[in-house]
């Protein structure tokens, strides 16, 4: 612990010994000489440091320190070069004694020329590299900054720091964490490194540090303290978080975008895979690990789009420019043919030299594709369709007109052909205009005229249906749609439906033929007026025969029995196509 002295104050140095024995001086195994501090020169100087620096007994009295080559009197401590009495440089160790009565007393050892030039070389690089030097001793627990350190802690240089005052400018967790290093290293010797954030002494701002430390021993090998550097990191920190918080937003953004990011490596056909995106594009897992150029373009790819990646590949080597491609792989996982675009750029090491890696992003683009595919194909039955209706309309105006006597029967008769229209496509829409149900067909139109449910049961049920479920595809609803608009027209005006006591049954079945079987359809009506075969052909008859017959390709037949009238039509179906799902 600190006694009295100052805690911002210097620790006092130990005064220098004074050797008045004549005997011991010219004795001693090491080199001493005593200087006089007001010109500069040599009183006494010792046999061997005579010998050291190469001078006769005696040689170096009187002699100018200056021409030895050290320019600083009174002399600090340190690694020195000073020339011997035949001109050649010798390292020197030099530690001085403080200065008294206007003599210093200088004690001069020989240093191996790797340790003076390690030394000044170590120590520009230290001050190169904006390190600081500090230091602390385990029984007084000071901590002793050199001029570049405290100038990174914002204290005054050469003052010797009571511990508690450094460790106040810590977070506690972060004083903590010192300490235990500190501890560790003096009981268990070796190194220590670690970053930890600080407050400056001069302005409060808080810095960041690196700190580095190892323990150091006395002469007896007990721990005496620490000696480390110190180095201001704020600025690197800083470029570190942002390069983090950067690299997290990629991140989040290619997993948003559900970009896979890929490096490829040209030299050696070896791929990085950075994210789990990319393995699951190819349907790899981690442990297949990732595909070079290679594999990826003769097993991958399809075989029909390797020559268009190949290309685009050249071009961007030639142009350095962004590599763009399109292609199909087969997913590993499950064997489908899924549809890539693939981007990046390649990377070169220096001007005019090859590119070293291709840096890009690969995106699953299956699903747009083929969302932009069955977009133009429904713009297109859009624009069928909408031909077909108009047509449609024109004709039941023009057959309606014909056959209508008066306005009034012609607007009862054109506007139920509207409506069954409408329904037919109404149907359709609820299905993303896909299939229309038989069985809807045939209630939309029949459940005004029946006495109860529509299923068939029971012989006294005025309407009876019988048949599976049956989806028709939209080419063939609309057609159907109408005829049933007009079977059911006509029973209601002068067939089964035109008496309380008539009957209508219709039965239908799927026949296994064809890319989606062929509906056979009977209508078949009973219980009404007598029936006779008409003498003249409605827009009725004309539509179940030539509508049904061209639009459907259906076999229809009918017969004028005197119980009632009966339709037989043999339609086959056209196999649905999903591709024109917009949702699917």
């Not at 600080?198 to 002469?219: T, V």
């Not at 373009?297 to 350095?320: K, M, V």
């Not at 509207?418 to 809807?440: G, Y």
């Not at 037949?557 to 999903?578: E, S």
Request: one cysteine or more; proline letters at 5%; a negative charge.
């Amino acid at each position: 612990m600190i006694d009295a002295a100052d805690q911002n104050g210097v620790a006092p140095a130990s005064p220098p010994s004074r050797e008045d024995s004549d005997t011991a001086f010219a004795a001693a195994g090491i080199g001493l000489l005593t200087l006089d501090l007001g010109d500069g020169r040599i009183r006494a100087a010792n046999p061997h440091l005579c010998t050291l620096l190469r001078y006769p007994a005696g040689g170096l009295t009187g002699v100018a320190l200056a021409a030895l080559g050290e320019a600083t009197v009174p002399v600090p401590a340190g690694l020195r070069r000073w020339r011997g009495a035949d001109g050649d440089i010798l390292p020197v160790r030099v530690r001085p004694s403080s200065p008294m009565d206007g003599t210093q007393v200088l004690v001069i050892d020989a240093a191996g020329t790797d340790d003076l030039v390690s030394a000044v070389e170590n120590q520009a690089a230290l001050t190169a590299a904006g390190v600081g030097e500090w230091r602390f001793e385990a029984e007084t627990r000071l901590v002793s900054l050199s001029r570049r350190a405290a100038h990174i802690l914002g204290d005054r240089p050469g003052v010797a720091l009571p511990w508690p005052v450094l460790r106040a400018r810590l977070d506690p967790d972060e004083g903590a964490r010192v300490e235990a290093h500190v501890r560790t290293a003096l009981a268990e010797g070796g190194r220590f490194a670690f970053e930890c954030r600080l407050r400056r002494a001069d302005d409060g701002s808080e810095i960041a540090l690196s700190l580095r430390g190892e323990a150091s021993r006395g002469d007896a090998g007990v721990p005496a303290g620490i000696v480390g550097v110190v180095q201001d990191i704020t600025a690197q920190v800083a470029a570190r978080t942002a390069l983090r918080a950067g690299e997290q937003r990629l991140r989040i953004a290619t997993s948003l975008a559900a970009l896979g990011i890929f490096e490829w490596h040209m030299l050696d056909d070896q791929a990085v895979w950075e994210n789990e995106r990319m393995f699951a594009i190819f349907g790899r897992s981690v442990a297949d690990g990732a595909v070079g150029k290679r594999e990826f373009l003769e097993q991958i790819l399809h075989p029909d789009d390797r020559a268009a990646f190949r290309s685009a590949i050249l071009n961007a080597l030639r142009g350095d420019a962004v590599l763009n491609a399109t292609g199909r792989i087969r997913r590993r996982s499950d064997g489908a043919w899924r549809i890539i675009d693939l981007a990046g750029r390649f990377e070169h090491d220096a001007a005019h030299r090859l590119p070293r890696r291709l840096i890009g992003v690969v995106a699953d683009v299956t699903e747009r594709r083929s969302a932009e595919e069955r977009q133009t194909l429904l713009i297109r039955e859009l624009h069928h369709r909408v031909k077909n209706t108009l047509a449609t309309v024109q004709a039941i105006v023009g057959s309606t007109a014909r056959t209508a006597s008066s306005i009034e029967s012609f607007y009862e008769a054109f506007v139920g052909r509207i409506m069954s229209l409408a329904h037919t496509h109404s149907v359709l829409t609820e299905d993303t205009w896909q299939t229309a149900s038989l069985r809807t067909l045939l209630v939309n139109e029949l459940k005004p005229y029946a006495d109860g449910a529509l299923d068939g049961a029971g012989d006294d049920a005025r309407i009876r249906l019988e048949g599976p479920p049956v989806d028709l595809a939209s080419e063939v609803a609309v057609p159907i749609g109408m005829a049933i608009h007009e079977l059911t027209t006509n029973a209601a005006k002068y067939g089964a439906l035109s008496t309380p006591d008539g009957r209508v049954t219709i039965v239908w079945s799927l026949v296994p033929d064809g890319p989606a079987g062929t509906l056979r359809f009977d209508w078949v009506e009973s219980g009404g007026p007598s029936v006779r075969e008409p003498t003249r052909q409605g827009f009725g008859s004309r539509l179940l025969q030539r509508v049904l017959t061209a639009q459907v390709r259906a076999e229809v037949a009918m017969d004028y029995p005197p119980d009632g009238f009966r339709l037989r039509m043999l339609a086959p179906l056209p196999a649905r196509n999903t591709v024109l799902n917009p949702l699917a």
